[in-house]
């Protein structure tokens, strides 16, 4: 299996991803293709010991910035080391994609390079949540700000196919993000949407308050990418917030102090939780191949989880099991 890294996206690249990709390479036991400046990818790994056996590099010297307008990867910014990795994928040269560089760039190159599934009305982005009990998926994490009820309903399929074969949670439930649990509730965006996943090959749990997202009563949360981007960004607020909370807690005087000797190890796992770097990153849903969309500080540990997240989508044959059920949807429908 080869796995196509974007080596100059994000804060942190090009060494992290390097870093990230020898220790993939060393524990998967995955190729990599690097993307990007050859001669500098050479001097940082031996400048810092890595070795890049089992990694090859396509070489290009241009990189996008994220703050140039996302549709130039497909015109003015063909050549730089995002547009290559996504060409690398279409043209079969890998079998998935990593990248912590624009998210706008990856969304609108995935959909024009790598091209979209057969049937996808639109991609998805999908970052991996924390919740009481497991993980949650958000479908559309911020990709698309206007949506219409067959998209959603597409998102749920395809965030259930994900859970299932990646994260191994069996007939996993499917929640509409709305303002409240009655089926009448919401816009004609969600009532109508409400109808097709009642009807869609999911286990549709109904309409999901999101003060129930962190609870873990379901593991697919739908919504529109406006809405679900400020959900996510609640999430990761309030995260932010119970974990300084907690520390100034236990850092604050004597007793704070000798509580936090005793439950030290549970604080620990807790904060891992949290922590993005043990996911990897966003599954950008309804491409023809995997692509995730790892976060933009990204260090080593991130890159090399963002990269198993990879190997596990093409060991689980995610793009196949949506493609099946969207099939199956669509001969439903007719």
Known sequence: MNIIVDAFGGDNAPLEVIKGAAQAVADFGVEITLTGNEKIIKETAEKNGISLDK???????SVIDIHEEPTEIVKSRKDCSMAVGLQALADDKGDAFVSAGSTGALVVGSTFIAKR????????????????NGHLILMDGGANVDCRPEMLMQFGIMGSCYMEKVMGIKSPKVGLLN????????????????????????????????????KGVCQVAVSDGFTGNIALKLYEGMGSFFAGELKGMLTGGISGKLAALLIMKKVKAFKKKLDYKEVGGAVLMGISKPVIKAHGSSDARAFYN?????????????????????ESCKAKSE
């Open 306 to 326: 963002a990269i198993r997240q990879a190997k596990q989508c093409v060991d689980g044959d995610v793009i196949g099991e949506i493609s099946k059920a969207l």
């Open 117 to 132: 599934l057969k049937g996808v009305k639109r991609p998805a982005l999908a970052p991996i949540l924390p919740t009481a």
């Open 55 to 61: 990694i090859s590099i396509i070489h290009t010297e």
């Open 179 to 214: 303002v409240g649990a009655e089926d009448t509730k919401g816009r004609e965006l969600d009532k109508e949407a409400y109808k097709l996943l009642s009807s869609a090959p999911v286990d549709f749990y109904g309409n999901l308050e999101a003060r129930e997202m962190p």
